[in-house]
């Protein structure tokens, strides 16, 4: 069993449409990451949280330390979000990553 | 400006054939890392080093190795002794493992 499960694996959107991503995880951690992977195969951090809830422009990212639960949230979708989105995680000296959400947004 | 810079992107390389793959970072981070993504599969860790002469096995090093002479650089080799190298490679560097990860565009390698 992997540390790092996500859903949806694949997802498809219209343009506009609101989408949520989740991330649970099965170890203690330090911190939880929301990744982007574009198409050419380079990776950029979208968000690292311990608690609570972040936002940078249309994206937003919740955790729940409790429930061992994140979700990622695009609001106003547009082509150009369409990457694969990947949650990580850092618990002792080692990050451990989700296979990824793939995420396609149709105009 | 800085970042983390990985080369080439592409690589082809003969079966049997060690090759070496780049990894740079002009951002001051003590922590760099090596891993493998294949489809369908998370990434998956082959080595990290936390400073600098120094570095640690992820799970699935057999078949690679690393070294750390610099601080800026942490360059990866395929041996001949990894049975299945065609993959795309990706480089990461954090200043510690608690703060956030900055990653190259990474290297596909084929052996054909």
């Known amino acids: 069993k992997n540390e790092v499960e996500q859903s949806p694996q694949n997802l498809t959107a219209q343009e506009g449409e609101f989408i949520t991503i989740n991330c649970s995880y099965s170890v203690g951690i330090s911190a939880l990451h929301w990744l982007q992977q574009h198409p050419g195969g380079g990776i950029v951090s979208l968000f690292m949280?311990?608690?609570g809830k972040k936002k940078h422009g249309r994206l937003i990212a919740t955790i729940n330390i409790q429930e061992k639960h994140s979700s990622l949230h695009i609001t106003a979708s547009h082509p150009r979000d369409s990457a694969v989105y990947i949650c990580a995680v850092t618990a002792g000296n080692q990050f451990y990553f989700g296979t990824g959400t793939s995420l396609t947004v149709i105009p | 400006d800085g970042g983390i810079t990985q080369s080439p992107k592409y690589l082809f390389r003969k079966e049997g054939q060690n090759v070496t793959l780049s990894c740079e970072q002009n951002l001051n981070h003590d922590a760099m890392y090596w891993y493998r993504q294949d489809p369908g599969q998370g990434l998956r860790l082959i080595y990290y080093?936390?400073?600098?002469?120094?570095?640690q096995k992820g799970d699935i090093a057999e078949g690679y190795s690393v070294s750390r002479e610099k601080k800026e650089s942490f360059p990866l080799t395929v041996t001949s002794a990894q049975k299945n190298p065609t993959a795309f490679y990706l480089c990461a560097s954090s200043t510690s493992v608690n703060t956030e990860a900055f990653f190259g565009q990474g290297t596909r390698l084929t052996v054909v």
């Open positions: 080093s936390q400073i600098v002469n120094d570095f």
């Open positions: 949280l311990s608690s």
